[in-house]
Nanobody
């Protein structure tokens, strides 16, 4: 079994900062890409940021320059530093990771349960 557990969500004022964490645990051979998606009420889930195991990153245009994704590969943790959040960043944030549980199986995409982030104006 593999679990992704997010933490760090909550209420933050616009212009403040917040850091989300997501720890992967269980039977893990290798983790490839890790990232964050979000889903606001009435909207589709969208990519916020992702990072490969080699450190290459991808960001949504809407968060570029404000949010930073990072990883601790030794601990299987991915972070999302949210600086200068805006009310439109309010959403449930989901961690995801492409994980190979054993050398002989393909990657599988795992998701966390989600953590609510609310940005007040």
């Amino acid at each position: 079994q593999v679990q992704l557990v997010e933490s760090g969500g909550g209420l933050v004022q616009a212009g403040g900062s917040l850091r989300l964490s997501c720890a992967a645990s269980g039977t893990i051979f290798r983790i490839n890409a890790m990232g964050w998606h979000r889903q606001a009420p009435g909207k589709q889930r969208e990519l916020v940021a992702s990072m490969t195991s080699g450190g290459n990153t991808d960001y949504a245009d809407s968060v570029m320059g404000r949010f930073t994704i990072s990883r601790d590969n030794a601990k299987n943790i991915v972070y999302l530093q949210m600086n200068s959040p805006k009310p439109e960043d309010t959403a449930v944030y989901y961690c995801n990771a492409n994980i190979k549980r054993h050398a002989w199986v393909a990657d599988y995409a795992y998701w966390g349960q989600g953590t609510q982030v609310t940005v007040s104006s």
